[in-house]
């Protein structure tokens, strides 16, 4: 034991929480049986309870090694915030290969994994538990100070009371597509979240697409990420939140691990996995929209600064996207009412006319549509802004039912789940953000009308012979 | 025995990270703040350390025994060398010039890299040093993932 250890004026483990949130990588120093040491970075750690850490095992290490003969060991860690550093000395205690603890540090080496595309390659064989025998704070004989502030973290003081006005606001919403972006906005003005996105699960369960976004350059409505994979993708297929403060450290990590796989043939090159979000993101929490045990979406915050996020903004969140969720059921619970009732039919119109036709290119393998040379949407929503756009130039129509789409043949629905409503908003808003010459409004409960500003000239297009 | 690759990667800004042992077996994990391998005798370098870290140098009296690790920050490619340190002494001019020039491109590293703010790293810096010499058994591929803790290929002989 170190001379003039106090325990009584010692660290205590709950003290360094932010250490554990793995932007500072934490060093571990192992001794074999004949005393020679070993010292290399730890991938993960995480504070078990008040005695005891755990520390994520993904290779049989020398360290692993060294441990099974002399179980002593020494951590460094250091608080990301102030940069404050603690020398923990830890005895091993056990190993889990199941269990929550063993979940836990596998969804944070998987977050990681996910970063390269490596879910599959790189995973965790065990959690390694220490007690912790003494925390020695490191003196910093410094030259400067820490300013006060240097991570920032939102001023959440009032969290609750935020949050039911929030929710006050979702409650006097008259449709999906205000909720949305009264969410979104909510979470802004009120909670500090100020890059969020939210992403529904698609009719196959095996994507979600970006409904809405808020905070970025590129709002990305329409992108999508594939269940199980990225940390979104992750959430979806786990049902569960997952919230990261070191982005940039684990993209590193994980690069790193890449290589050597690639190096010596375990993976074939690949690349990082692209996906919607921030640029220079180094926190992220996502969270499941769930309802009835069903999940709907999940939804997003990120921010540039390290360890921007804790427990609570995971609490807050889930709330936020559970009301999210009910309001998504609710409408497409009304949206399959109303589809049993009958519908009226719209007066034609003449179509807008003139010299400098737009065109408009669609491509029925994937449901894509361009305007001019300009990519606009794909899949379910292509195929319903094409079956409007034919029905409008042959027939003059510009005002449509979501029932009549839904029955519409030629878009292939599924019958007991469409997304319909949020395809429809998603469409809404693709159309908005392109600045395209056809735009999407709502007419009434149900009902909506096409809005078109230039001459049309619609063309199917195939794909070019490979 | 050290090439010279792997000298230019351990005398450049990378990560220093050191573990000793005490004659108990107890470990203990620090920081280095600057390495040179001595230009007449390639398996012999000279590790700069806290000098306020009394365990460490304890550990360094006692036992001798030494692990230090340096990684490069932006790559992670990462080499250990094992061996036992042979002397001790206050820190030179020269040693403090060097701890300087270190921190420096050390620092800017984790900064362009990580984002990390210069005055929050230079917290971490001691304001004294001592030298210590080491004698090198070993070197390892210590670069996170299934290989690290390969011996080097030069080591292979």
């Known amino acids: 034991m170190t001379a003039g250890y106090d325990p009584e004026t010692a660290p205590r483990l709950g003290d360094l929480a932010n250490c554990f949130e793995g932007v500072v990588p934490a060093v571990i120093a192992t001794a074999s049986a004949d005393g020679t040491p070993n010292v290399t970075y730890l991938s993960r750690v995480r504070m078990v309870d008040d005695e005891r850490i755990a520390v994520s095992n993904q290779f049989f290490s020398k360290t692993s090694r060294n441990l099974a003969e002399n179980p002593r060991a020494s951590v460094l860690l250091v608080d990301p915030t102030t940069y404050d550093q603690f020398r923990l000395t830890i005895v091993y205690e056990r190993t889990e290969r199941r269990g929550p603890l063993f979940e836990q540090l596998r969804s944070d080496v998987d977050a990681i994994a996910a970063l390269t595309g490596m879910e599959n390659v790189f995973k965790l064989r065990a959690a390694d538990v220490y007690r912790v025998l003494h925390i020695e704070a490191i003196p910093l004989e410094t030259r400067t100070s820490p300013a006060p502030g240097d991570v920032e973290r939102r001023a959440r003081g009032a969290a609750t009371v935020q949050l039911a006005e929030l929710s006050a606001r979702l409650s006097r919403c008259p449709d999906l597509d205000t909720l949305v972006s009264t969410a979104l906005d909510g979470l802004a003005d009120l909670l500090g979240y100020e890059h969020s996105m939210l992403l529904l699960l698609d009719e196959t369960g095996k994507r979600l697409y970006t409904l809405a976004s808020r905070g970025y350059d590129a709002e990305g409505v329409g992108s999508e990420v594939v269940v199980g994979e990225g940390l979104t993708g992750m959430v979806a297929a786990r049902g569960a939140a997952m919230r990261l403060g070191s982005l940039r450290q684990m993209g590193k990590y994980s690069r790193a691990v890449r290589r050597t796989f690639e190096e010596h043939g375990h993976v074939g090159p690949g690349h990082e996995v692209p996906v919607p979000g921030l640029a220079g993101a180094d926190s992220q929490v996502a969270v499941p929209a769930m309802v009835l045990g069903q999940l709907v979406g999940v939804l997003v915050v990120e921010s540039t600064e390290p360890v921007a996020f804790d427990e609570t903004d995971e609490a807050l969140l889930t709330v936020v996207a559970g009301i999210i969720a009910s309001a998504v059921e609710i409408d497409f619970a009304q949206e399959r009412a109303e589809a049993a009732e009958p519908s009226t039919t719209s007066t034609a119109r003449p179509p807008v006319t003139g010299n400098d036709a737009r065109l408009v290119r669609f491509f029925p393998v994937d449901g894509s549509v361009f305007v001019d040379t300009d990519y606009l949407i794909k899949g379910v929503a292509g195929r319903i802004l094409w079956s409007l756009l034919r029905q409008y130039t042959n027939d003059g129509r510009d005002e449509f039912t979501n029932k009549e789409v839904r029955l519409d043949p030629t878009l292939e629905l599924p019958e007991f789940r469409d997304n319909l409503e949020s395809r429809l908003i998603l469409l809404k808003r693709r159309l908005d953000e392109r600045g395209a010459p056809v735009r999407i409004e709502k007419s009434g409960r149900g009902r909506f009308r096409l809005v078109v500003s230039a001459p049309l000239r619609l063309e199917v297009s195939s794909p070019p012979e490979p | ?157």
């Open chain 2, 1 to 157: 025995m050290i090439s010279p690759e792997t000298a230019a990667h351990l005398e450049s800004g990378c990560s220093l990270i050191v573990g000793t042992v005490g004659p108990d077996g107890e470990p203990h994990a620090t920081r280095s703040w600057g390495l040179r391998v001595l230009p007449d005798e390639p398996s012999r370098v000279r590790v700069l350390l806290d000098a306020s870290d009394a365990p460490i140098l304890e550990d360094l009296a006692r036992s001798g025994a030494i692990a230090v690790t340096g990684t490069d920050v932006p790559t992670l490619r990462s080499v250990q060398l094992k061996g036992r340190a042979i002397s001790f002494e206050p820190a030179t001019d020269a040693d403090e010039d060097r701890a300087l020039q270190f921190c420096d491109q050390l620092i800017t590293a984790i900064n362009a890299t990580d984002g990390t703010p210069r005055h929050l790293i230079e917290r971490l810096v001691p304001r004294r040093y001592i030298a210590c010499v080491i004698a090198v058994d070993t070197l390892f591929d210590q670069t996170p993932g299934p290989r690290a803790g390969a011996p080097l290929p030069a080591q292979v002989q």
